[in-house]
Structures are given as structure tokens and as C-alpha cells.
T-cell receptor
């Protein structure tokens, strides 16, 4: 198993550009989440999904969109990047709420 | 709404000394509680978790944590710290409420180990 994979590992964007952060898992997990990590603020939940076709907002959803068309994939879209979205983004998945949540290696995003 | 407080931003201990990292949570029902560790430049790895039953849970790498409902705490402990334990530690509380299931993290405690 590859576990949770994220691409790209690093990205530089200009303000106003759009991009999609990719996340995939091969463990057949229903629950997937996107977090951003900023110094001194821990991990903050952006969006999460409890199965294909079902998504919901977390603590900091503004400026981000998600969709879940398959169990395996959970892409995060930035429609118009802003410097405040400079962060490290982690995707995670788990089988159910009691199970271990597995994290991807992260995507480091810099918005100029 | 659920929340987690880790009051210590940064802790320094000597190698071989004991360690306790504090975690307080807020949640209306019985929580699911987790401790994760993050080494520099890495993702997060689960150390241990608590759902029910014995309030003292054992984890990997010699860590343990004790759930105290009366204090709304889930402190992480290790009897003897190794230099390789230097990392950032995150406490998290989970909710189980239909489609509202999610995991909320604290702001983390950075552990430095001196030789």
C-alpha cells in the first residue's frame, strides 16, 4: 500500500492563480480530510468527507473547494490564491471515526 | 463545539528525564482522544488513542496517556525521554455525530531534548 499520497510536494503560485492539490489513498477509507498547518496554530481542518459524494466544511473553508467523486481521491481546489493561503497542507484518511488517521507527506504552498 | 488546548508551546527536557505533555479538551459527550507526533518536515504519526475502557492507554515508542474525565485532560507521559523524541506533539479530539464526524487538533507542543 502506498497509503496517502499528495502531489505536488511544493508549489509557488502568484496571487489570483488557481490550482488543485491532489490527494489519493489506497486503503479504501471512507473518511478523508484536508488540514492546513501554520506556525503556532496547529492543524486546522479545511474540509472533510465521510464518503464519496459527501463533503462538509471544517474550521477554515473559505477560499477552498473540494469534491469526492471516488473513494480514493479527494482534491482540494484553490480558486483564486491569496498570500494568506501560504501554508503546509496535509491530507488524511481513516476507515471510521475510531480508526487511526493516516496523513500524507504534505504539500508546501507559497503564494506570492 | 469540540476544542483542544495544549498549554505548553515549547518544553525542554534532558535525555533520560521524565516527560509529561498536557492536553485539555472540551466536548459534550465521551470523546475520542488521540496523540500524534510530527518530526521536522514530516507528516503526523499516531502515538496512541483512547475511546473507552481503561483510562491509561499505552502507545508506541514507550509513550502512555491517561484520560481523566473530571479534569477533561488527556496528558501524554514518558518515563525516560530519548534524544530521538524531539518533535512536535499534537493532541486531538474526535467527534462522532453522523456526518459531523471530524478530528480537531490542538496547537501543538514542541519538545526539545538536551543531551
Amino acid at each position: 500500500n502506498a497509503g496517502v499520497t499528495q502531489t505536488p510536494k511544493f508549489q509557488v503560485l502568484k496571487t489570483g492563480q488557481s490550482m488543485t492539490l491532489q490527494c489519493a489513498q489506497d486503503m479504501n477509507h471512507e473518511y478523508m480530510s484536508w488540514y492546513r498547518q501554520d506556525p503556532g496554530m496547529g492543524l486546522r481542518l479545511i474540509h472533510y468527507s465521510v464518503g464519496a459524494g459527501i463533503t462538509d466544511q471544517g474550521e477554515v473553508p473559505n477560499g477552498y473547494n473540494v469534491s469526492r467523486s471516488t473513494t480514493e481521491d479527494f482534491p482540494l481546489r484553490l480558486l483564486s490564491a491569496a498570500p494568506s493561503q501560504t501554508s503546509v497542507y496535509f491530507c488524511a484518511s481513516r476507515r471510521d471515526p475510531q480508526s487511526t488517521q493516516y496523513f500524507g507527506p504534505g504539500t508546501r504552498l507559497l503564494v506570492l | 463545539a469540540q476544542s483542544v488546548t495544549q498549554p505548553d508551546i515549547h518544553i525542554t527536557v534532558s535525555e533520560g528525564a521524565s516527560l509529561e505533555l498536557r492536553c485539555n479538551y472540551s466536548y459534550g459527550a465521551t470523546p475520542y482522544l488521540f496523540w500524534y507526533v510530527q518530526s521536522p518536515g514530516q507528516g503526523l504519526q499516531l502515538l496512541l488513542k483512547y475511546f473507552s475502557g481503561d483510562t491509561l492507554v499505552q502507545g508506541i515508542k514507550g509513550f502512555e496517556a491517561e484520560f481523566k474525565r473530571s479534569q477533561s485532560s488527556f496528558n501524554l507521559r514518558k518515563p525516560s525521554v530519548h534524544w530521538s523524541d524531539a518533535a512536535e506533539y499534537f493532541c486531538a479530539v474526535g467527534a462522532l455525530s453522523g456526518t459531523a464526524s471530524k478530528l480537531t487538533f490542538g496547537t501543538g507542543t514542541r519538545l526539545q531534548v538536551t543531551l
